[in-house]
């Protein structure tokens, strides 16, 4: 059974940075693409990062290009988000996910998907 348990979100302000954390158990996970997404209060769940079982591909979202770095220790595990440069907009609930389809910024494309992580940036 695919168990995915983020961790590392909080309250932090505005030009302050987190790193969210999310450790993989279940599946070999050397094998699988991982992606990261955040809900808004209100809002649908949106795309944020994503980077291949080698991880020597990563994509982002326009929003947090040059921001935001996605990185994975296999060896681990677990896949990282490190967040720089935080803004009040980036407050939301980050899930990571699985991937086994094909088009990485789409939510169906993943098969399994963490609890999430609260991340609060104030101004």
């Known amino acids: 059974q695919v168990q995915l348990v983020e961790s590392g979100g909080g309250l932090v302000q505005a030009g302050g940075s987190l790193r969210l954390s999310c450790s993989a158990s279940?599946?070999?996970?050397?094998?699988?693409?991982m992606g990261w997404f955040r809900q808004a209060p209100g809002k649908e769940r949106e795309f944020v990062a994503y980077?291949?079982?080698?991880?020597?591909?990563?994509y982002y979202a326009d929003s947090v290009k040059g921001r935001f770095t996605v990185s994975r220790d296999n060896a681990k595990n677990t896949v990282y988000l490190q967040m720089n440069s935080l803004k009040p907009e980036d407050t939301a609930v980050y899930y990571c996910?699985?991937?086994?389809?094909?088009?990485?910024?789409?939510?169906?494309?993943?098969?399994?998907w963490g609890q999430g992580t609260q991340v609060t940036v104030s101004s």
């Open positions: 996910a699985q991937m086994t389809g094909t088009y990485f910024e789409l939510e169906s494309e993943y098969d399994h």
């Open positions: 279940g599946r070999i996970f050397s094998r699988y693409r």
């Open positions: 980077i291949h079982w080698s991880g020597d591909n990563t």
